[in-house]
Every structure is written in C-alpha cells, then in structure tokens.
C-alpha cells in the first residue's frame, strides 16, 4: 500500500514537473507581459483608498453631479443612436434585397474611420453661426441674426450625434452578422403567420439577434466613455474632462485616481449588463440552413426608404466630414504645412510603428503561450492582459504615470546615494512611457486578431514539426509565422491606426515639446483654427480608412453565398 501510494505520488511529481517545465518557458513571459500590462489598472484601484489633498470633497460638492449626469446623459443618448442605426441598416443589408444593397453593405463601416473629435471639429466650422450652413440659410430666408433658432452643435446632443455617428459600426456588423447566421426557415414559417417584413422583424429575428446587438452596443458604449477629444472641445464637462483638470489643474493624483475608479464603474457595469440580458437564454436556432440573402424584395417608396436610410449615416458619418476636412485643407489649410506637418508625421508613424511592432511580438507570445502550454494560468493571464482595452485612455494615462513617476523618484534617490548622480524624471513624460500607455490600450485588438489566425493553424503541423527536432521557437518562426502573416499584419495595421487616432493618453503623457497629428488638431481646434487643424485632422481621416478597406474585403468575399 504504501509502495502504491508512493508510486502515485512520483506519477504526480513528475506530471506537475512537466506541466511546470511546459509552462516555464513561454508562459513565464506570458504571466510577466501580463503583470505588467495589468499593473497601471491595478494602480488606480489602489490609489482609491490613499487620502488626498482634500480635492474629492470639493469635486462631490461642485461637479461631480454634472460628471455623473453628463456621462449617464451621453451614454444613454449613444446606445439609442447606434442600436438604431445599427440594426436598421443590418437588418436591410441582410434580409432585404434594394437597389446598392451589396454597395451599403461595406460602406457603412466607413464612419469608423472618423474619429469622433475630427468629426466635431468638421461639423462645428460647417454649422456654427458663421459657417457655410447658416450663411446660406439666411441669405435663402432673408433672415437676420436674432430672427431663427438653429441648434447649438457644441452641446451634449451634439456630442450624441457624434459619437453615435461613429461608433454605429459595432452594432452594424454584429448585428447583421446575427441576421445572416438565422435560418430562413424561421422567417418563412413567420409569413405563413402572416407575419410582413416588419413583423418578422421585431417577432421573430430581433429577439434572435439580441446577444450581437447588445454586444456591439457595449463596444460601442466603451467607446464613448473613453471618448475626451469630443467632450473637451464641446465643453462637456464628463469623467474624462475631469479627470484631467484634476490631475494638471489642481495637481491631485489621488482624486485623479478616484474620479477614474468611478469612471471603471460606468464601464463595468456596460459589461455587467451585456452578460445580464444574456443570461442563460438560449439564441441559436436548429433548423435547416437555407440562404436568407435577398428574402424581402423591396421595390418603389419602401426600396428608397432603404436606400436613404443605409445611405444617410454614410452621408453624415463619412463623406460630408471628409468633404468639410478636404474644402478647409485646401482653400485655407495649415498655416504651418511643411516642416512643422513633416515631424508630426513622423512622431506620429514613430509612435504607432513602434506600439505595433512592439504590440503584435507580445500578442504572438501570449496567443503562442497559450497553445503551446494548453494551460488554464496562461489563458487567465491573456484575458487580464487584455483588460486595457475596456479602458479610457484617460485612466489608463493616470494608472501608467502614477507607478513611472515612483520609478523615477526611487531610481532618482538611488543614483544620488550610489553615485551622486541624479537622474531626474527619466521614464515620465517620455517616449517609452507613452508606448506602454500605448500597449496596454490596444494590446487586446493585437492579441484577438493574432489568437484568430493562429487558430487556423492545425495542432497536426506542430506535432509534425515537433517530430522533426523543432523546438517551441523554430514552430512558432519555422511554421506558424508564415502560414499566419495576414493575421500578423492585419494586427499591426489595426494597432497602427488605432495608436495614430489616439488623443486622450497622447496629450496627457507625450514629451514636452513632441506632438502628433492627433494633439496638432485638437490645439488648433481648441484655439477655434479649425481651418488649419483641417490638414491634421484629413490625414488621420486617411489613415483610418486603411483598415476599414481590408475589413470592407473580407466582408465581400464572406458573403453567403459567394
């Protein structure tokens, strides 16, 4: 008995020896890469409880409740905007078949590469007082100023507008990836109930479609709570607003830190709530598979109310802001183009070719860890490690500067008591703080598109290399890397662009001195020089459509049916 036991004990000895030696090499780095990325939302939370300079009960007693109320306000207002235009426009490019149907099917992802504050900047030089709208609008009314109400831009539904006009995306293509995974089946025996287009509709694929839409809508809720660009020149005052006053007006770090903790709390509970209307319902459907691409044949009034509806968010989200942007860049533009707009664009490429790089190798360790090992650590220790992108830029900016700046104090007084030698603030305010900042908001969006395509890859071809002699590295270079280059660039570009529209993290942390085209439009809006912010905010405008043009491919080619 006790020769067995002992026996068991030395089969599980070595078993968990093996499991450790699997996961000391790659996953040992997964956990530290992890560790670190995580460590500045960890900082936040424990800043919450540090006693500050009196700053929070000053803020709870002046501003906290226009914070709370703008930030319910605007969250409110976006998840209406995009859920109505999300699901509208899927819900016809899916099911219904009208004149440029297969046109709006792709096209209306092109408001994701505007950015939120460009699209501000746009529309408040077209629709201000003295803009081309309203000049044209008293001339062709003979109105005079005082005599007509027009709708302030620079408001709260302003920043509704714009956001929603952006960010309708998510819903969109969730949505209509809903719509097109149902069975026709289900619609046809709705019409046998005599159910039309619209009754079908709200009975029968809505409810179905329910997890993507709520999905979408929380990505695109995120996306507002992190917004700052739009909001701080709106004049909104917002958690992200405040946030930076506290931190570089009134110099608390703490309140700063608080005022981001509450700020995590709108963004749980986006989260909390997505999983809360799932639930435990169950939304997939076990009937037959048959197309259900151009079921609803539209034709006269009803083919162009569709064509309007798909066509009027490309209209206001894409091709009037570009429009706007390209009309002031090239009959005013950037008293400053040529030198001054050369370094901006290379700090800026600088910056997002370095996160990229940098952003793209971690995410191949990470998916490559947890494929190798298999084990439960790694995996926890991807998902922790993709927790930025849940984050405003903002907070993220105060969970990275407060640990920097500890580091260079500590370092500082050990260089003095070692050598004499003081270092000054080495990390703060410098290129590779900002790049960490960086990498801990869009590590995720590398990491899910790496972990994608690294997927496609069969466990056959590791174990055939394995039997060759190749080691865990030669796989993963030898192998892997060249069967999955698209999914490798296709990360780097995604980050690339992302980093390059970056404003909140860019303004707080960038180096004195060092600007990007993000923060060269928001300072020429921001001094209401909106016709030389035009050239900055074009090339930001241009960069973004990249990407959408490789996802706007593979949307066509993904078709049912092709």
């Not at 709530?273 to 044949?297: C, F, N, V």
């Amino acid at each position: 008995m006790i020769a067995r036991t002992a026996k068991l004990a030395h089969t599980a000895g070595r078993a968990f020896a093996g499991r450790f030696r699997r996961v000391s090499g790659v996953g040992l780095a997964t956990f530290a890469f992890a560790a670190l990325l995580a460590l500045p939302v960890v900082t936040v939370l424990l800043n919450v409880f540090e006693l500050g300079q009196g700053t929070w009960q000053h803020l709870a007693d002046t501003v906290l409740a226009s914070y709370i109320h703008n930030t319910l306000g605007l969250t409110l207002g976006v998840a209406a905007g995009v859920i109505v235009i999300g699901v509208a426009t899927a819900w016809l490019t899916a099911v219904c078949d009208f004149p440029g149907r297969r046109f709006f099917e792709w096209a209306l992802i092109l408001p994701m590469a505007v950015p939120a504050y460009i699209m501000a900047y746009a529309y408040t030089d077209f629709f201000q007082f003295s803009g081309p709208f309203q000049t044209w609008l008293r001339e062709a009314m003979g109105w005079g100023p005082r005599e007509y109400w027009f709708p302030d831009v620079r408001s709260l539904g302003g920043a509704i507008a714009m956001l929603a006009l952006v960010l309708y995306p998510y819903v969109y293509l969730l949505s209509r990836a809903a719509f097109l995974d149902q069975s026709a089946a289900m619609l046809e025996v709705g019409r046998s109930f005599g159910y039309g287009a619209w009754g079908s509709f709200f009975r029968i694929a809505l409810p179905l479609a329910r997890p993507g839409i709520v999905a979408g809508t929380a990505l695109a809720l995120m996306e507002t709570l992190a917004d700052f660009g739009t909001v701080a020149y709106f004049g909104i005052p917002t958690f992200t607003t405040g946030i930076y006053r506290t931190w570089f007006s009134l110099g608390d770090r703490v309140a700063a830190a608080q005022l981001s903790a509450m700020l995590l709390g709108f963004v749980a509970a986006v989260l909390l709530l997505e999983r809360w209307t799932r639930g435990r319902a169950g939304y997939h459907s076990q009937a037959p598979r048959k197309r259900i691409d151009q079921y609803y044949r539209l034709r006269g009034m009803r083919a162009a109310a569709a064509v309007l509806t798909c066509a009027a968010p490309i209209v206001l989200g894409f091709a009037l802001p570009g429009a706007i942007l390209l009309n002031l860049a090239l009959t005013s533009g950037d008293a400053q183009f040529g030198a001054r707009y050369v370094q901006l664009t290379l700090n800026t490429t600088m910056l997002a070719g370095v996160t990229a790089l940098l952003g793209v190798s971690i995410a191949l360790i990470h998916a490559y860890g947890a494929r190798v090992t298999g084990s439960a650590w790694v995996i926890n220790a991807n998902r922790v490690a993709g927790l930025g992108y849940a984050l405003p830029g903002i907070v993220i900016a105060v969970g990275v500067l407060i640990p920097v700046t500890q580091l260079d104090l500590a370092l500082d007084m050990w260089m003095r008591n070692a050598f004499g030698i003081g270092t000054g603030l080495l990390f703060t305010g410098s290129i590779v703080a900002l790049v960490y900042a960086y990498l801990v908001r869009f590590f995720s969006v590398a990491l899910q598109t790496v972990d994608a395509g690294l997927t496609k890859v069969t466990r056959s071809m590791d174990e055939a290399a394995r039997s060759l002699g190749l080691g865990t590295a030669p796989v993963l270079t030898r192998v892997h890397a060249p069967l999955m280059w698209r999914s490798v660039f296709t990360a780097a570009l995604l980050v690339f662009v992302e980093v390059a529209k970056e404003l909140p993290a860019t303004f707080v942390m960038r180096p004195f001195n060092f600007d990007t085209l993000a923060v060269q439009a928001f300072n020429l809006a921001s001094d209401e020089r909106l016709a030389e912010a035009s050239t900055a905010a074009l090339t930001i405008l241009a960069v973004g459509v990249l990407p959408l043009i490789i996802l706007s491919r593979t949307i066509i080619r993904s078709r049912r049916g092709s």
